[in-house]
């Protein structure tokens, strides 16, 4: 039997009787609190919407992008990525409020992830086609654009391109890239 020296011990026993003194913690536990998860899904599912309006005023009223059908395509796939990013991090949020164990509305985000890559390309190819006819300013924006929604689409449904904070850049140093949170969302539901 061991004794407990002191108050604030406590006895954890196993093969041998070892004595253990509660320290108080002198540092905030390891990962983000609850709270601090809450406003980071709040934030990431407010910006991802914000850059809807945003980007459509940056790019075609400040930089002054023409209004073509290649353009205007190449940014609305962009801005479809955008919306359902936004989505996926607003009900993220809702299932940690909720304690859920299963994201909710995660069949419109399977559909997403397999109607999205027809819609991708399609806007690819139309932008391609549009670049080749009128080169220049009416038709290679639209071609980003479309490229940047690929780009969007990897990084929600298979692999997070994204990284915005040290964790995530630090983990992208040591371990190399991850697969994205709702690809992992998806997989779970199977």
Not at 20 to 31: I, K, L, N, Q, S
């Amino acid at each position: 039997m061991c004794a407990l020296p002191g108050a604030g011990a406590r006895r954890v026993c196993g093969r041998r009787c070892v004595i253990v003194r509660d320290v108080p913690r002198t540092h905030p536990p390891a990962g983000p609190t609850r709270e601090a998860a809450r406003r980071r899904l709040r934030s990431l599912a407010g910006w991802e919407l914000l850059n809807v309006p945003l980007q459509a005023w940056l790019w075609f009223r400040v930089v002054d992008v023409p209004l073509t059908a290649a353009n205007i395509a190449g940014f609305g796939s962009v801005a479809a990525l955008l919306v359902v990013g936004a989505a996926y991090w607003a009900l993220k949020l809702r299932q940690l409020r909720l304690g859920r164990s299963r994201l909710p509305g995660l069949r419109h985000f399977a559909t997403a992830r397999a109607a999205l890559p027809v819609l991708l390309v399609a806007v690819l190819a139309a932008c391609a086609v549009a670049a080749v006819r009128t080169p220049g300013a009416q038709s290679y924006p639209g071609l980003a654009f479309g490229i940047f929604a690929v780009l969007e689409y990897v990084n929600y449904f298979h692999v997070q391109l994204m990284h915005d904070n040290r964790a995530d850049l630090r983990r992208l140093a040591t371990v190399g890239f991850r697969r994205a949170h709702l690809a992992r969302d998806l997989r779970a539901a199977r």
